[in-house]
């Protein structure tokens, strides 16, 4: 079973700033998939950015990046130009490159993002 | 755009009763998924479906939960003798392949009383 550990519960940074969020998972699995969702207070999960196992070159998504480190099991969102309306909760997820059967997401435990005027 | 739709947006229950729960996936999407969020935790993996039939369960997924695809574009979940503990966000996604981007709805909120 594959397990996603974010560190930060809560971090809070002013407007325009960059921010850079945690996240490692354990996995014995050589491909996969790995996510940012940005739920914001509607509570609906939108997905932010997505990386493949197999890709050495980082996601990017205009302000959103990525620092992927598949030997350290290192997946890190960093929001660049921060605005207020990226304030939400944050989740790392985990998808294994299934065989046919539709593998679900295994999520972190999330980290609040507050941007502050 | 197309977008997963759920119904209702919250549902209260007494404790020990049925509910089921609706959500409509992206008309060209196959696999279909369920989520649970406990209020402050993280969301949790219940159930995926492909073809008409069950494709991955967590172990939360037990006797007391079921889903069904009663016709073309719904896409149900059913949970019997409903506890306490149940009270929890559920989310719908679908994705239009098994390695594709989930898309997910806005939730229902369970209120189990």
């Known amino acids: 079973a594959q397990t996603v550990t974010q560190s930060q519960p809560e971090m809070s940074v002013q407007e325009a700033e960059t921010v850079t969020l945690s996240c490692t998972y354990d996995?014995?699995?050589?491909?996969?998939?790995l996510f940012w969702y940005k739920q914001p207070p509607s509570r609906q999960m939108i997905l932010v950015i997505r990386?493949?196992?197999?890709?050495?070159q980082n996601a990017t998504e205009n302000r959103f990046s990525v620092n992927f480190q598949k030997a350290a099991k290192s997946f890190s969102l960093k929001i660049s130009d921060s605005q207020l309306g990226d304030t939400a909760m944050y989740f790392c997820?985990?998808?294994?490159?299934?065989?046919?059967?539709?593998?679900?997401?295994?999520f972190g435990k999330g980290t609040h993002l507050i941007i502050q005027p | 755009e197309p977008e997963v739709t759920q119904t209702p947006s919250h549902q209260v229950t007494q404790m020990g009763q049925e509910v089921i729960l609706r959500c409509v996936p992206i008309?060209?999407?196959?696999?279909f998924y369920w989520y649970r969020q406990i209020l402050g935790q993280k969301v949790e993996f219940l159930v995926s479906?492909?073809?008409?039939?069950?494709?991955?369960k967590s172990e939360i997924f037990d006797d007391q939960f079921s889903v069904e695809r009663p016709d073309g574009s719904n896409f149900t979940l059913k949970i019997r003798s409903t506890k306490l503990e149940d009270s929890a966000m559920y989310f719908c996604?679908?994705?239009?392949?098994?390695?594709?981007?989930?898309?997910f709805g806005q939730g229902t909120r369970l209120t189990v009383v």
């Open positions: 996604a679908s994705s239009e392949g098994v390695q594709g981007e989930a898309f």
């Open positions: 996995t014995s699995e050589s491909n996969y998939y």
């Open positions: 990386q493949e196992a197999y890709k050495q």
């Open positions: 997820a985990f998808m294994k490159h299934g065989t046919g059967g539709a593998d679900g997401l295994t």
């Open positions: 008309s060209n999407h196959l696999y």
């Open positions: 479906f492909y073809n008409n039939e069950i494709s991955e």
